[in-house]
Each structure stands twice: as structure tokens, then as C-alpha cells.
């Protein structure tokens, strides 16, 4: 079932179940009320002739003319009883009712009349009686009579009985109809209410189906440059709608970009392939190559290996972070990964000085000792390539003020304002064919975002121009202490 079928439906539901609940309390209103407004005009009847009786003996509203109905078209037939219950006088309109024991209805009261009509009363009421009367019914031609009888006390002693009617079968038969018509009502409200439920729902749900088609039509095409039109709509829909274009703008970039890092990846991995493979298929067609060229050969195809051995080894890192793989963070000593990483990194050249300012104390981070080793060698390694020879290369940790931040600097050009937003990208290049030439594939500093993001760091480029590039690693809200540079010797 579709959920334009239960929206419609749910709007008819609950359309028939106000209308039910608002006719029905109209109906049980409506028709009690006029049933105890023939109870009370049969009260008051009974009651003049009853006056009559007991002040002078007899009654003239017995003898009066009420052969036609009353102006609202009620009938009322009037009969006096004798003390021992036999019928003495009766009104003309009666049609010829048989005589009843008139201590019935006083030995057992009816119910409301409009019981009969009103399976389910809201509230029931009735016309109060006295000790001396009550209500009753009786049938005559199958016909129901409303009958109310008093008995006609004086000094004590009972000195009559009065009895006054009227027909129910226009009441009743009114009643039955209203009932009808009601429910004709109810049901063609309910169907009209369906079909402006059926046309609004679709209304309402169209831009939901833009969305069923545009994704449907992605996942035919895969063409994830497509977009769902938008109505400028500020509702619920609009808005979906709006994070729906977003969320396809996202999968496209997504998408491009792991098109663009598989494509990266395997460019990279060819060369060192295609180098390897060449010089093997040299040495496997000249066996009696002199040593130094074989020497030469082996060479090279070692340092291919090696090259591919850390760009795999560099993928698979960054595969790991793909799968949010956490890092294992334990407080480290931030000024002996320093030492050691600029030891190492001193391994890496032999044109540059490093000067190293670290605190007099001790400062701890949380964070994994060699990921973290791993980080900075990146950073310095990047200062290396990118600085003139014998140009300085400076490596300061900070701390205070409830955080750390260790930051490399070297004397290079600078990165350009068009590259500064996609250094951290995966193989991104600022300079492809030089950064060929200085042996990198574009994955260092993704990797080292990567590092930082696990440790709850940030990493970014603090100040970059002719003059030179910092980036600066920064850990808030961790212990500091003192600030105090010592002699780069350290190192």
C-alpha cells in the first residue's frame, strides 16, 4: 500500500470518525430533547386536570375540543379514572384506546421513550415526576403511546386517576430518518473527504516522488551530476529536498574523488612497475652485462621497491582511516618524539641545519608515540624537499595557556593561494613533475591530517609566503609547560 493510499485513507478515517462523534452527540441531543418536551407537555395536561378534579370535582379540559393536533403536531388524548380504576371520561380526540389499569405505570415506571430510538445515550435525562405519578407506555395499532398518570389525591384519600397521551410513531419514525440521513451524510462527507485526501496527498507527496525518480534514475545511470528540482519552499519537503542535492553533491565529489585516487594510485604504482620490469627484462637479454651496470640495475630496482614497498604501505594507512580505524592514544613525552624524529630526519640530508626549541619541562599529550613520530617526519620531510639548500630548518614546541602546539618551518617559496586549500588532498601536487623528481606521491600530508584528526589535533598551515611555510600542530586543552627555548645542540 502506498503511502498516498494511507494518507488518503487516514484523512477519510478520521474524517468519519469527527463526523460519527459530532452527529452522533447532535443526534442523541436532538432527539431526546424532543421527547422530553412531549413528556413535559403531557406533565403539564395531566396536571390541569388533575387541578380541576380535585378543587371542583370534575375538569372542563376533558370536555375541550382537541380533536386536531397542536400546533406542532402532537395529539393528546385525556382520561379520568375512578378511584377503583374504571374509566370514567374521556377527551374526543381519543381514537378508541382500550382501557388500561392506570395504577400500572405508577406500580412500574417506563424508561425514557427515546431509549427505543438511542441505542448508545450520551447522558440520560428525564422529566421529574412526583410520588404520585409516572410515566408508562403502551402500544395501540403498533403504534407506541407515551401515557403519564397521576393519582388524584384529596384530604388524603384517593379520589381518581389521570391520565394523559400521545402517539410516539411521529417521533420515532422522525427519529429513524434523522438517523439516516445522518449516516447518508456521514458516509458521502467521508468519500468526498477521500478523494480531497487523494488529491492533496499527491500534492503534498510530489516532491517525494521527484526524489523516488531522481534516485531511481542515479541508480539506472549512475550519473551522480544529476539533481532534484527544487520548488524554493521552505516546508519539510523543500528541505529535504535541498539535503537531498546536497547529499548527491556530496556522493559526486565522493565518487570523483575515489575515481581520482584509484587513477592516482595506479599511475604511481606503474611507474615503479614499469622501472622494475624494464631493467629485469634488460638483464634477462644481456646475462653478461658488466658489474657496475648490473650493480646500477639492482640499484635501481631496490629503490623502486622501496619506493612502491612505502606507497603501499602509505594506501593502506590511509585505507585504514577510510574504515575508521581508531588510534590507541596513551600520554606521550612530546619532547623525546621530537628529539627522535629530527635525529632521523637528519638521516634524510646533509644541506640543512635543524634548530630545535623545545620547553624546559617535560610536555605530555595523548596520542600514539609512533603515529605521532610518523606526523612530524612527514612535515620535516616536506620542509627538506621544498627548502633551498643550507637553508635552516626549525622545529618549536610551545606550551601554555591550556595547549601545545608544535610547529616546523622551513625556507622554501611558500605554497601558492590557488594549492592552499587542496594540500591535504590525496595526490594532489602543487608541482607534479617536481614532486616526481623528489620521489613523493601526494599522500604525505593526508596522512598526517589523518594522524592528527585521531589525536584530537589540528593541523593546518599557519603562515606560508616567499619567506618560507609553517604548519603548525596544535593540541588544545592539554598541560603545558614552560615555554623556555634550548639550545638546538639538543638535537
Known sequence: MTLRVRLSLLYGLLCALALMIVGLVSYTASVREQYLALDRLLVVSARIVENGIRTYGRSYALETDTLGPTKDG?????????????????????????????????????????????????????VPTTRNSAFGIMTYEGQR???????????????????????????????LRMARMLLNIVLLSTLAVL???????????RPVARLTEAARAIADSRDLGRRVQTSGNRDELGRLATIFNRMLGSLEEAWKSQQRFVGDASHELRAPLTVMSGNLELLRRHPHLGDAERQEMLGEIERETGRMTRLVEDLLLLARSDAGVKLRRAPVNVNEVVLEAVRDARKLTTDHAFEVLLPDRPVTVPAERDRLKQLLLILLDNAVKYSPAASPLTVRLSAGAGETTLRVTDQGSGISVEDLPHIFERFYRADPARQRDLGGAGLGLSIAEWIAQQMDAHLYVEKTGPNGTTFALNFSGQPAGSAEPVSSATA
Open 74 to 126: 402532537i395529539v393528546m388524548v385525556m382520561r379520568s379514572y375512578s378511584p377503583k380504576g374504571e374509566l370514567m371520561y374521556v377527551s374526543a380526540s381519543d381514537p378508541g384506546l382500550r382501557p388500561s389499569r392506570p395504577q400500572d405505570p405508577l406500580e412500574h415506571p417506563a424508561e425514557p421513550a427515546y431509549l427505543k430510538v438511542l441505542p448508545f445515550p450520551l447522558l440520560q435525562a428525564t
Open 195 to 205: 478523494l480531497i485526501g487523494w488529491w492533496v496527498a499527491g500534492a503534498a507527496l
Open 145 to 175: 403511546w407515551r401515557r403519564y398518570v397521576i393519582q388524584v389525591i384529596k384530604q388524603g384519600r384517593t379520589v381518581g386517576y389521570v391520565e394523559a397521551l400521545s402517539p410516539l410513531g411521529r417521533l420515532d419514525e422522525g427519529s
